[in-house]
T-cell receptor, first 117, second 114 residues
Framework: EADIYQTPRYLVIGTGKKITLECSQT?????MYWYQQDPGMELHLIHY???????EKGDLSSESTVSRIRTEHFPLTLESARPSHTSQYLC????????????????FGPGTRLTVL | KNQVEQSPQSLIILEGKNCTLQ??????????LRWYKQDTGRGPVSLTI?????NTKSNGRYTATLDADTKQSSLHITASQLSDSASYIC?????????????FGRGTQLTVWP
């Protein structure tokens, strides 16, 4: 079992609310990622980070933002949630060299299931 | 276009039986291929990883094969157990740019019945 944690596990909120999804890992990994996954669909990368003070947008356009102030912590924020944001959000981390995603295995958290009404 | 296609989309088998899941990819240049297991409501967990030179890799009752020439991989599960019920995701990595990236399949949903 990987040492990567996400809170909350489930969240139901109303439209327009600001939310932050928490992700923490205790493995000392430099690289961290956020994915979005809808039922029966593939994972889509929305944000990633090489390390502290490094954040990049992924392949899937997202209205969310991320920060990386500490190595172990990679929170994702939605300033104004909408029903289109309803999805499962998965956080992952990996170690190794700066060859992003290529060879080192990503360890995933349990996910946050977000429902926006 | 780099893609990963998995089949079947879903599969139901009886406990104790074997099964094989398929993955076809068009990712190029190829770096490695991983199989992940994702239990319902959980994050994916890595089962195997294979590079270009490897054509088989085992992890307990799971055996993955890779044919880099035909760009096909399979995951064979032996003597299935109820706990094998999950989605199995094929993930391919490329080295086509300064940043390698991952391409995810949609997964095969396996259900094992008693």
């Amino acid at each position: 079992e990987a040492d990567i944690y996400q809170t909350p596990r489930y969240l139901v909120i109303g439209t327009g609310k600001k939310i932050t999804l928490e992700c923490s890992q205790t493995m000392g990994h430099d690289k961290m990622y956020w994915y979005q996954q809808d039922p029966g669909m593939e994972l889509h990368l929305i944000h990633y980070s090489y390390g502290v003070n490094s954040t990049e947008k992924g392949d899937l356009s997202s209205e969310s933002t991320v920060s990386r102030i500490r190595t172990e912590h990679f929170p994702l924020t939605l300033e104004s949630a909408r029903p289109s944001h309803t999805s499962q959000y998965l956080c992952a981390s990996s170690g190794g060299q700066r060859d992003f995603q290529s060879t080192d295995t990503q360890y995933f958290g349990p996910g946050t299931r977000l429902t926006v009404l | 276009k780099n893609q990963v296609e998995q089949s079947p989309q879903s599969l139901i088998i009886l406990e104790g039986k074997n099964c094989t899941l398929q993955c076809n990819y068009t990712v190029s240049p190829f770096s490695n291929l991983r199989w992940y297991k994702q239990d319902t409501g959980r994050g994916p967990v890595s089962l195997t990883i294979m590079t270009f030179s490897e054509n088989t890799k085992s992890n307990g009752r799971y055996t993955a094969t890779l044919d880099a020439d035909t760009k096909q991989s399979s995951l064979h599960i032996t003597a299935s157990q109820l706990s094998d019920s999950a989605s199995y995701i094929c993930v391919v990595s490329d080295r086509g740019s300064t940043l390698g990236r991952l391409y995810f399949g949609r997964g095969t949903q396996l259900t094992v019945w008693p």
